[in-house]
């Protein structure tokens, strides 16, 4: 099946440092993706939606300005951090869709293993 | 986007047949549905989907009655490994719909 990647898998940073987490799409092509960010026993959110070669589109509530998101190819899309602070740590997953076939037009999300984030 | 509501949790034990049931008494006519399973530390994982009726796959069944407001996940014999959270979603059609996902339920098998 599709392969969706995320680097790094975990990372430690101190308060006002910027983090980039990358998230790729290994065998297929994405123009879509999405981010979530999932507190711990709670259930994921979606935070944006990240579109090739035009702006990330964001959920309410969360700062654009914070949270960069760059979908520099039909395979790449990047999330960065910026000036994180301790209630930025999370776990935060991509996901991109693919088409599951058979004419129906349906789609299959594929969701990457996850980037944990401690911001000390 | 449909909203679903699903048990916060389940319990049982190894060798039995579970099954997770789903509402979604919004469901739009083009809507179908969808379950992930998520272990603890990584992202979700596709397990079935279907439209209606009965769907089946090497690891799970999916039944959907006429009226589609609900669904059921029927996990067979389950094993200790099947200790997770599993998602029903409301995908809307076509199109690359962003998922939205609800509570989810947590399934503890036991020995």
Known sequence: GAVVSQHPSRVICKS??????????????????FWYRQFPKQSLMLMA????????????????????INHASLTLSTLTVTSAHP?????????????????????????????????? | LAKTTQPISMDSYEGQEVNITCSHNNIATNDYITWYQQFPSQGPRFIIQGYKTKVTNEVASLFIPADRKSSTLSLPRVSLSDTAVYYCLVEGGR?????????????????
């Open chain 1, 16 to 33: 006002g440092t910027s983090v980039k987490i990358e998230c790729r799409s290994l065998d297929f092509q994405a123009t879509t993706m």
């Open chain 1, 49 to 68: 939606t990240s579109n090739e070669g035009s702006k990330a589109t964001y959920e309410q509530g969360v700062e654009k300005d914070k949270f960069l």
């Open chain 1, 87 to 120: 209630e930025d740590s999370s776990f935060y997953i991509c996901s991109a869709p693919r088409a599951a076939g058979g004419g129906l037009g349906l789609e299959t999300q594929y969701f990457g293993p996850g980037t944990r984030l401690l911001v000390l």
């Open chain 2, 95 to 111: 199109g690359f719909q962003k998922l939205v996902f609800g509570t989810g339920t947590r399934l503890l098998v036991s020995p």
